[in-house]
């Protein structure tokens, strides 16, 4: 038996100890990973292993915050301190007796982090994903969310921020005889992941009239990757991929020769008030605004009366539901739902920090998903990967490609596990 087959089994024993990146104040020089004793769950409590947590721009928003984050009113970070990460798998190792019903050992779940009910949030004022083992109260246990189909970890993990994708669409869907879709501010992980969403309808014939994908993103860098890595999708899915650079003298000519009546469907992801605004002006009559971004409260002015006259439908989203989880981890577990398409790294314990900041500082373009019980793998591109471990040839031609899979994970975890 393999140590990833011993490792799914549950066939080993586990540590007395766990790793956890704890964060006690403002900046990075505040997160400190830390070696405590493996916690253990009271009587309502479930014990859990992290499979996996893919890292989250929000997460970086919580270190630049500190205490002064909306989320952690109240909340003494610099005593209790704060384990981020909320894009969870795990699987349960140990179950009170007074815990949930639903609660079952060795089960696998993903997290709905917002406890709306409760007024709080995983990643915040409770324990989240950046350590190795943990302990949910109740509380959490309502939002815990079966892992029935045979996935792998992080395509579970990557669920969560496919579900805000998702959620941004429930009250305003893209049409089928919309023709011009635009993601401003593109070159991020969730701005690609609207595009993907996007060109699957159009290749399952949900949007037959789409004809051009255009996305604008001030980083010419981040522009260039996007399109190695979309083009040949949009190419196979028959619509034009058009990148375009907002701060380029040229923008509005190139805007106005794709889309000369406007776009029909424009969704957001650049995190500034006004840029948000401007770009309303390229929404064609009866166009969609999908507002996206992590805009802060209380800012950016609104034209009711253009909104009114230009009959413009505005939207806006932050965060999913648990429905809105459900509905993706059941497409996942299906099949026809890919999330590991929005895998660009993997990161073990020791470099998660690193690979925070590369979040923070936008250097890698796609999600990083970090395995905690691979505590010593460094920070690697997926294409990197075969030159750091041995993988199957055909496993390994998909990593230099940029592909992550379940069967990379599962080859990831013998080259590096250790029980």
């Avoid at 505040?30 to 014990?47: I, N, Q, T």
């Avoid at 949007?207 to 522009?223: G, K, Y």
């Avoid at 907002?246 to 969704?267: I, K, L």
């Avoid at 599962?410 to 590096?416: H, T």
Wanted: aromatic content about 8%; hydrophobic content about 40%; glycine content about 10%.
């Amino acid at each position: 038996m393999s140590s990833f087959e011993r490792y799914r089994a549950f066939d080993y024993e586990f540590p007395g100890t766990t790793l956890a990146w704890q964060l006690s104040g403002r900046g990075f020089e505040s997160l400190r990973l830390a070696e405590l004793p493996r916690p253990k769950p009271g009587p309502e409590d479930v014990a859990f292993r992290v499979d996996s947590n893919s890292l989250c721009f929000s997460d970086t928003k919580v270190v630049a915050a500190g205490p002064e984050h909306p989320r952690l009113a109240g909340y003494d970070m610099a005593k209790d301190k704060v384990v981020l990460g909320h894009e969870i798998s795990i699987a349960l190792i140990e179950v009170g007796p007074k815990a949930l019903p639903s609660m079952r050992l060795h089960g696998r779940y993903i997290v709905q982090a917002d406890l709306y009910k409760y007024n709080t949030a995983v990643g915040y004022a409770v324990w989240g994903g950046m350590l190795q083992y943990g302990v949910f109260d109740r509380r959490v246990q309502e939002y815990l969310i079966p892992v029935e189909g045979d996935i792998g970890y992080s395509t579970a993990s990557l669920v969560e921020p496919w579900a805000c994708i998702e959620a941004s669409y429930a009250r305003c869907e893209i049409l089928p005889a919309d023709e011009t879709f635009w993601v401003m501010g593109g070159g991020g992980p969730m701005g690609q992941m609207h595009v993907l969403r996007a060109l699957a309808m159009k290749r399952a014939g949900a949007l037959p009239a789409l004809r051009h994908l255009i996305i604008s993103e001030p980083s010419r860098e981040r522009l260039d990757a996007v399109g190695r890595r979309l083009e040949d999708i949009a190419r196979d899915a028959g619509v034009a991929l058009v990148l375009l650079d907002p701060t380029s003298p040229a923008f509005d000519n190139e805007m106005r020769a794709v889309a000369p009546n406007g776009v029909d469907y424009c969704v957001a992801c650049a995190p500034v008030p006004q840029v948000v605004v401007d770009c309303r002006r390229y929404v064609g009559r009866y166009g969609v605004l999908n507002v996206f971004a992590g805009l802060k409260r209380g800012t950016g002015p609104v034209n009711l009366g253009d909104i009114h006259y230009d009959q413009h439908t505005v939207t806006g989203n932050t965060g999913s539901r648990l429905l809105d989880m459900q509905r993706v981890l059941a497409k996942a577990e299906r099949g026809e739902l890919d999330t590991d398409a929005s895998a660009a790294a993997v990161v073990g314990m020791r470099e998660a920090d690193k690979g925070l900041r590369a979040v923070a500082e936008g250097t890698i373009t796609n999600k990083i998903v970090l395995y905690p019980q691979l505590p010593d793998l460094p920070l690697t591109l997926l294409a990197d990967l075969p030159s750091r471990a041995r993988f199957d040839g055909g496993t390994a031609a998909e990593l230099k490609a940029g592909r992550w899979s379940r069967t990379a994970e599962a080859e990831l975890f013998d080259a590096f596990l250790r029980l």
